[in-house]
């Protein structure tokens, strides 16, 4: 490998690393509790909200945290609970949290805690959002 090889080489895994470094810093990591287990939701951001799927937490509950980072105009993370104790999900909770994302200084991120409830079943769910990174 000649010296402009090299260094183009060299350009490019540091321009890797920067993209990797700012991806990961970017994450957000929701904290769920339900039925005195912890679970844990995290959140890339992603250009395709729709097809984030949502994660089962445990019997009467979905999760889904979608993070919308660009255009820098519809940034936001939007956070959805559904109730499935019919079987199929119904849409019980959702909210929409817009930059700038509040790092430190709260226990409970930039969310604050929220408490969700299962209507035909009355199982309460509770969860907060920090960024990670």
Not at 6 to 21: D, N, R
Not at 31 to 54: C, K, L, M, R
Not at 72 to 85: F, P
């Amino acid at each position: 490998m000649n010296k402009r090889q090299w260094f183009i080489a060299s350009i490019v895994f540091c321009a890797a690393q920067l993209c990797a470094a700012n991806a990961h810093a970017d994450n957000v990591r929701c904290h769920i509790i339900y039925g005195g287990e912890n679970f844990s939701v995290d959140a890339a951001p992603t250009t395709a909200p729709y097809q984030v799927p949502a994660q089962k937490i445990g019997r009467y509950f979905d999760f889904k945290a979608s993070y919308v980072a660009a255009p820098e105009r519809a940034a936001a993370i939007n956070l959805y609970v559904y109730a499935l104790a019919s079987g199929e999900p119904v849409l019980i909770h959702q909210a929409k949290h817009r930059p700038p994302f509040i790092v430190g200084g709260s226990r409970y991120g930039f969310t604050g805690l929220h408490f969700v409830y299962e209507p035909s079943k009355g199982s309460e769910l509770q969860y907060w959002c920090e960024r990670v990174g």
